[in-house]
């Protein structure tokens, strides 16, 4: 059985064919990062704009390097939650186009809950000029943590239809915190790989940032660490970015010390999960968890703490299609929707 799978949640406009054996046949990304640089953020008028433009090419270009044609599919798969509104709607349209011109069950794909099950291929290798991911690896049940520009969320996942939510952000997402504190430090966007790199000159000891573990509850914030880095850069009460051009090593230990905090955040409330929910699995996708440092330091708690850890291969951290695999697993259960299926930009907790 081949599944196409579309994925239009923001500002990447993705496609993949994956089989109900969970190989990848396909796997297309476009990426939107330099249409949104100059903003700092994702722009969402834009972003929905160059999905227009950019779907059906998507599409063509996976197909076509699967070597299938629209009468070889069985089913069409579609992010439709969470995400941004405009985003959304092009991957479903775009979806129920193809159901009802080649008759095809239409399935929907929670964003969040596929960041997890990208946990379940293994490391990626080259063909050529195809990635490829290896056999799929059982994950379930386990604690999920989905660390994005958009989310930063814990939950307890029975298995891969069973997600329940333990804690979320309360205020700023991970990702959108390493974006913000990198416009501050004049590097580049995302900012998540940027302060990576930056991070690797400096010292994560340089500075002491806070790190809000909120004692107690499974929820994050991230506020007050992007206000603490801005302090430290500005001094308190001053605004003015523009006018401040840190040395380079000063950025670099800005950059690490800020990461660390992050990370030690991250892998907290990510193990503070594991001992109430009893689970002895632990997975964390997202494009957060692209960051290598936040690697290190989870296969090191893991080892510590003896328990199986998977993090999503870097490719599939950030937003792609191959993650919409788990619409496998719906279709498996009977799930299919209705042409009448909306977009649900917020998050459901279930
Ligand atoms: O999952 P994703 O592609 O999109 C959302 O669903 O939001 O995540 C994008 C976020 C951005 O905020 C980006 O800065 C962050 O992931 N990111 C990273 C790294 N690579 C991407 N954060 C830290 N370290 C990285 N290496
Ligand atoms: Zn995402």
């Known amino acids: ?24 046949l396909a796997s297309v990304v476009a990426s939107q990062d330099d249409l949104h640089e100059r903003f700092g953020g994702v722009v969402p008028e834009i972003a929905s704009r160059a999905h227009l433009e950019r779907i059906l090419p998507v ?12 009468d070889d599919l069985d089913a069409v798969a579609v992010a439709n939650t969470p995400g941004l509104a405009g985003s959304l709607l092009v991957g479903l349209v775009a979806a129920k186009t193809l159901c009802v011109a080649k008759g095809l069950p239409l399935v929907a794909v929670n964003h969040l809950q596929a960041h997890i099950y990208a946990c379940r291929f293994g490391a990626e290798w080259s063909t ?30 029975g298995g891969p239809l069973e997600f329940d939510l333990l804690g979320a952000t309360i205020d700023d997402a991970a990702g959108e915190a390493f974006d913000k504190v990198a416009a501050m ?14 991070a690797k000159a400096g ?39 523009a006018k ?43 494009g957060v968890a692209a960051n ?20 999503a291969p870097p490719k599939l ?22 042409l009448d299926l909306d977009v649900a930009p917020r998050v459901v907790r279930r």
């Open 244 to 286: 401040i051009k840190l040395p380079d090593g000063e950025v670099a230990d800005l950059a690490a010390s800020f990461q660390e905090a992050v990370v030690d955040c991250l892998v907290g409330k990510a193990t503070a999960a594991l001992r109430p929910t009893g689970m002895r699995i632990l997975c964390v996708g997202g």
């Open 128 to 157: 050529g000029r195809e990635h490829t991911f290896s056999p799929s690896k059982n994950i379930f049940p386990c604690v999920g943590l989905i660390i994005s520009g958009g989310h930063t969320s814990l939950y307890r996942c």
């Open 185 to 198: 430090l004049g590097l580049s966007y995302p900012g998540g790989p940027s302060i990576e790199q930056a």
């Open 203 to 241: 010292h994560p000891d340089a500075y002491r940032f806070p790190r809000a573990m909120l004692r107690g509850s499974l929820e994050f914030s991230f506020s007050g660490l992007k206000t603490a880095v801005r302090y430290q850069i500005v001094g308190l009460g001053k605004t003015d970015f």
């Open 317 to 338: 951290c950030t937003d792609n299609a191959v993650m919409g695999a788990i619409a496998v697993e719906r279709l498996r259960a009977g799930l299919v929707e209705d």
């Open 292 to 311: 290598t440092r936040l690697r290190e330091r989870l296969a090191e708690e893991a080892t510590r703490r003896q328990i199986e850890l998977h993090v």
């Open 1 to 24: 059985m081949n599944v196409l799978t579309l994925e239009t949640t923001c500002d990447e406009t993705a496609a993949a064919i994956v089989t109900d054996r969970l190989e990848v």
């Open 59 to 70: 599409i063509d270009e996976t197909l076509g390097r699967a070597g299938l044609t629209l």
